[in-house]
């Protein structure tokens, strides 16, 4: 056993102490370097993956551990405001602040390696003049305010005994004998409906509960007057230039996955922005090989300024890319530290995108374009512009419920091809279910296999597709599959052989697919499984047409001898669209072509709460051959013509259940097995 035991002084070589390096993660990493400053050599020439690298004004999140830097502001003499010890809670203040104790809304010279996000709203800015104005008079305000409270107080509690059960707010009860000699017999009972009394005494107080509520809104006054005594305090010293209040620090937190926190604090002899230059500098800096990011964002508060220092010439292999301020000047002062500048985002995020950044190249490159608590853009205009088939819209401006429809007759028009999405985020239920009705309605005029593609493509609007009735011109269902208007949908069975020679009747079957369901060894099964709701039986196979299977062995031993036991079979999808484009698929033969049939009609037809309009619509089966019709079950479908193969008044009473008007007569009637009993028949 101790033989299996490593020797504990025996030291790691450079190189395996690198590939031991490259499984731990990024912050693990950091802290190890620190403690043990021997391996920050071998550690710097490791690539570091980083999965999650987000920039904020407070800091910066790496993976999921928070770097934070803030100003710690200390009275000297006296208790700190609530401000100020709030702020030493979340980390200090984020940006610089003055001796006084405001804050710097302004940037110290940049360099290299800094990028510049987003400076300063200047309407934001204060006027120190004004602000003192303003808070002189605030002071006044509130000293007036907590006298009347403390004076209301001794009031009460020497007032007798008979007002201490006095409305709350006195004008809600005061009816003088005046107002009631003019209440008519109607109104008078009114006025003492046991209601309206029993509310009249849940708005008196005893006196206790009054005493109580002033005492909070005494405590609430005080406490607001010594804030602004404080705050104008600090207005005067900054205005004659007298010596500030405060002691200040520089504070460091870092609060890990498990929640611990490690906190740290400095002199405050540099600026928040040359705190975070030096601590980003020293996990990332000196790193020759290039560090993989799979997701970077520097995000800005809205009116705030964000200045990102990285260590000069390094160099991130970035995924996804998401930022604040204007789009395409971040992305051009980004590109210097991008191993590839000129590779396409994955993902790129925006808060700030404007029409104009539709015309950046790497905008319209990126995969999925995703605009973030973005207000001022207009996103029909925007998605127009931008080439981008995948856009995502959340938080920000909503969309009026008409903007939806506009958007989906320009997504149709030029980017309605597979693969396109926009994925919209909608607050509230009725708002959602609003804009997908006027989604459904621009749909009404789109062609039917437009709807479908469309549908298959999209599936988040599946839900308006099927909520739109279907205008269809031309549906005829066969053997073969059906046609929707021009667009042919086939099923057939298509048989492999397992190696070597292959039997014509096998090779010419699997050009189209073969019609029929067939047993292992490749003979037709000319029945019909068990039937289910929604189906409409047409005709039987003709049972004189059956195969004598020992004649067709003995006819075909030749062929079947070495192969009858060697086939797999699969099914066969084939969609032919009108332009002469095919869609094929192929699927494992593991349920019958009529369960696969009624699966397409149903993906295609099912669920829909509208009736579907058909112009014409037939069931043809060749002369011998048997027919069942897969529909949906409880489908409703208004039909103007009506043809069909099989026994004519059977058919018609089969089909009745579905038909919205069963009792109007078909505009035109056709049959191929029309038969003398059937001209008494009333549809007929």
């Given at each position: 056993m101790?033989?299996?035991?490593?020797?504990?002084?025996?030291?790691?070589?450079?190189?395996?102490?690198?590939?031991?390096?490259?499984?731990?993660?990024?912050?693990?990493?950091?802290?190890?370097?620190?403690?043990?400053?021997?391996?920050?050599?071998?550690?710097?020439?490791?690539?570091?993956?980083?999965?999650?690298?987000?920039?904020?004004?407070?800091?910066?999140?790496?993976?999921n551990t928070e770097y934070q830097l803030g100003v710690i502001c200390q009275v000297r003499d006296g208790p700190a405001q609530k401000t100020f010890i709030g702020q030493a809670q979340y980390g200090g203040h984020p940006r610089d602040i003055d001796r006084f104790g405001y804050e710097i809304r302004s940037f110290t010279e940049l360099t290299p390696g800094d990028i510049f996000?987003?400076?300063?709203?200047?309407?934001?800015?204060?006027?120190?003049?004004?602000?003192?104005?303003?808070?002189?008079?605030?002071?006044?305000?509130?000293?007036?305010?907590?006298?009347?409270?403390?004076?209301?107080?001794?009031?009460?509690?020497?007032?007798?005994?008979?007002?201490?059960?006095?409305?709350?707010?006195?004008?809600?009860l005061d009816l003088s004998e005046e107002d009631l000699i003019g209440i008519e017999p109607e109104e008078e009972d009114d006025l003492m409906d046991p209601d309206q009394v029993e509310r009249g005494r849940d708005q008196v107080l005893s006196r206790k509960e009054q005493l109580e509520k002033i005492n909070i809104s005494i405590i609430y006054a005080k406490t607001l007057l010594a804030y602004i005594e404080f705050d104008l305090e600090r207005n005067r010293r900054k205005r004659d230039n007298l010596p500030s209040l405060f002691d200040f620090f520089i504070q460091f937190t870092k609060t890990s996955p498990d929640g611990t926190v490690y906190i740290e604090r400095f002199n405050y002899d540099k600026s928040l922005m040359a705190a975070r230059k030096y601590l980003i500098c020293k996990l990332l800096g000196n790193r020759k090989p290039v560090m993989k990011i799979k997701s970077l964002?520097?995000?800005?508060?809205?009116?705030?300024?964000?200045?990102?220092?990285?260590?000069?010439?390094i160099k991130l292999d970035v995924q996804n890319f998401g930022t604040s301020g204007n789009l395409s000047d971040v992305l051009e002062r980004v590109e210097p530290v991008l191993e590839y500048p000129n590779r396409p985002f994955n993902l790129l995020t925006s808060d700030s995108l404007r029409l104009e950044d539709a015309q950046n190249p790497k905008v319209q490159n990126a995969e999925v374009l995703v605009l973030s608590d973005n207000w001022d853009v207009d996103y029909i205009a925007l998605c127009r512009e931008v080439q981008n088939k995948n856009i995502v819209i959340f938080l920000g401006q909503e969309m009026q419920p008409l903007e939806y429809g506009l958007l989906v007759e320009d997504l149709i028009e030029t980017k309605g091809t597979v693969g396109t999405f926009y994925e919209i985020t909608q607050t509230g239920e009725d708002k959602t279910k609003e804009a997908m009705r006027f989604i459904a309605a621009h749909f009404e005029n789109v062609v039917m296999r437009e709807r479908f593609r469309l549908a298959e493509g999209l599936p988040k609007i599946q839900w308006a597709d099927k909520a739109v009735p279907l205008f269809i011109s031309k549906l005829t269902i066969c053997e073969e599959g059906h046609k929707l208007n021009d667009t042919d949908y086939r099923l057939g069975v298509i048989c492999h052989t397992c190696n070597g020679y292959a039997p014509k009747t096998i090779i010419c079957g699997n050009q189209y697919g073969h019609l029929r369901d067939i047993d292992r060894f490749r003979f037709e099964k000319r029945l019909f499984p068990e039937f289910t709701p929604g189906d409409i039986f047409v005709q039987d196979f003709n049972p004189q047409r059956g195969v004598d299977d020992d004649l067709e062995l003995a006819i075909t031993e030749a062929s079947f001898m070495m192969e009858h036991d060697r086939l797999t079979a699969l099914e066969k999808f084939t969609k032919v669209f009108s332009d002469g484009t095919v869609h094929i698929e192929r699927f494992n033969y593991d349920k019958s072509l009529m369960e696969a049939w009624r699966y397409l009609i149903c993906k295609t037809l099912g669920n829909r709460k509208s009736i579907n309009k058909i112009e014409s619509l037939g069931f043809q089966a060749q002369k011998h051959d048997g027919l069942v019709v897969c529909l949906p079950?409880?489908?409703?479908?208004?039909?103007?013509?009506?043809?069909?193969?099989?026994?004519?008044?059977?058919?018609?009473?089969?089909?009745?259940?579905?038909?919205?008007?069963?009792?109007?007569?078909?505009?035109?009637?056709?049959?191929?097995?029309?038969?003398?009993?059937?001209?008494?028949?009333?549809?007929?």
């Amino acid at each position: 056993m101790l033989a299996a035991i490593p020797d504990m002084d025996r030291r790691l070589s450079y190189g395996s102490l690198k590939c031991v390096l490259q499984k731990f993660k990024a912050n693990f990493r950091f802290r190890l370097a620190e403690r043990l400053p021997e391996i920050r050599c071998a550690e710097k020439a490791v690539p570091l993956y980083i999965d999650k690298f987000t920039f904020a004004e407070e800091g910066f999140k790496l993976n999921n551990t928070e770097y934070q830097l803030g100003v710690i502001c200390q009275v000297r003499d006296g208790p700190a405001q609530k401000t100020f010890i709030g702020q030493a809670q979340y980390g200090g203040h984020p940006r610089d602040i003055d001796r006084f104790g405001y804050e710097i809304r302004s940037f110290t010279e940049l360099t290299p390696g800094d990028i510049f996000v987003q400076d300063y709203n200047p309407q934001m800015d204060a006027d120190d003049d004004l602000e003192f104005e303003t808070t002189e008079e605030s002071l006044l305000i509130q000293q007036n305010r907590l006298i009347a409270l403390e004076k209301e107080k001794i009031e009460l509690e020497h007032a007798p005994e008979e007002v201490e059960n006095i409305p709350e707010n006195p004008m809600e009860l005061d009816l003088s004998e005046e107002d009631l000699i003019g209440i008519e017999p109607e109104e008078e009972d009114d006025l003492m409906d046991p209601d309206q009394v029993e509310r009249g005494r849940d708005q008196v107080l005893s006196r206790k509960e009054q005493l109580e509520k002033i005492n909070i809104s005494i405590i609430y006054a005080k406490t607001l007057l010594a804030y602004i005594e404080f705050d104008l305090e600090r207005n005067r010293r900054k205005r004659d230039n007298l010596p500030s209040l405060f002691d200040f620090f520089i504070q460091f937190t870092k609060t890990s996955p498990d929640g611990t926190v490690y906190i740290e604090r400095f002199n405050y002899d540099k600026s928040l922005m040359a705190a975070r230059k030096y601590l980003i500098c020293k996990l990332l800096g000196n790193r020759k090989p290039v560090m993989k990011i799979k997701s970077l964002g520097f995000w800005a508060r809205p009116g705030g300024g964000l200045v990102i220092s990285l260590p000069e010439g390094i160099k991130l292999d970035v995924q996804n890319f998401g930022t604040s301020g204007n789009l395409s000047d971040v992305l051009e002062r980004v590109e210097p530290v991008l191993e590839y500048p000129n590779r396409p985002f994955n993902l790129l995020t925006s808060d700030s995108l404007r029409l104009e950044d539709a015309q950046n190249p790497k905008v319209q490159n990126a995969e999925v374009l995703v605009l973030s608590d973005n207000w001022d853009v207009d996103y029909i205009a925007l998605c127009r512009e931008v080439q981008n088939k995948n856009i995502v819209i959340f938080l920000g401006q909503e969309m009026q419920p008409l903007e939806y429809g506009l958007l989906v007759e320009d997504l149709i028009e030029t980017k309605g091809t597979v693969g396109t999405f926009y994925e919209i985020t909608q607050t509230g239920e009725d708002k959602t279910k609003e804009a997908m009705r006027f989604i459904a309605a621009h749909f009404e005029n789109v062609v039917m296999r437009e709807r479908f593609r469309l549908a298959e493509g999209l599936p988040k609007i599946q839900w308006a597709d099927k909520a739109v009735p279907l205008f269809i011109s031309k549906l005829t269902i066969c053997e073969e599959g059906h046609k929707l208007n021009d667009t042919d949908y086939r099923l057939g069975v298509i048989c492999h052989t397992c190696n070597g020679y292959a039997p014509k009747t096998i090779i010419c079957g699997n050009q189209y697919g073969h019609l029929r369901d067939i047993d292992r060894f490749r003979f037709e099964k000319r029945l019909f499984p068990e039937f289910t709701p929604g189906d409409i039986f047409v005709q039987d196979f003709n049972p004189q047409r059956g195969v004598d299977d020992d004649l067709e062995l003995a006819i075909t031993e030749a062929s079947f001898m070495m192969e009858h036991d060697r086939l797999t079979a699969l099914e066969k999808f084939t969609k032919v669209f009108s332009d002469g484009t095919v869609h094929i698929e192929r699927f494992n033969y593991d349920k019958s072509l009529m369960e696969a049939w009624r699966y397409l009609i149903c993906k295609t037809l099912g669920n829909r709460k509208s009736i579907n309009k058909i112009e014409s619509l037939g069931f043809q089966a060749q002369k011998h051959d048997g027919l069942v019709v897969c529909l949906p079950e409880g489908i409703k479908l208004n039909v103007r013509n009506f043809a069909t193969s099989g026994n004519l008044s059977e058919v018609l009473q089969r089909v009745e259940p579905m038909l919205e008007s069963p009792n109007r007569p078909f505009g035109r009637l056709t049959s191929d097995g029309l038969r003398l009993e059937d001209a008494h028949n009333p549809k007929v």
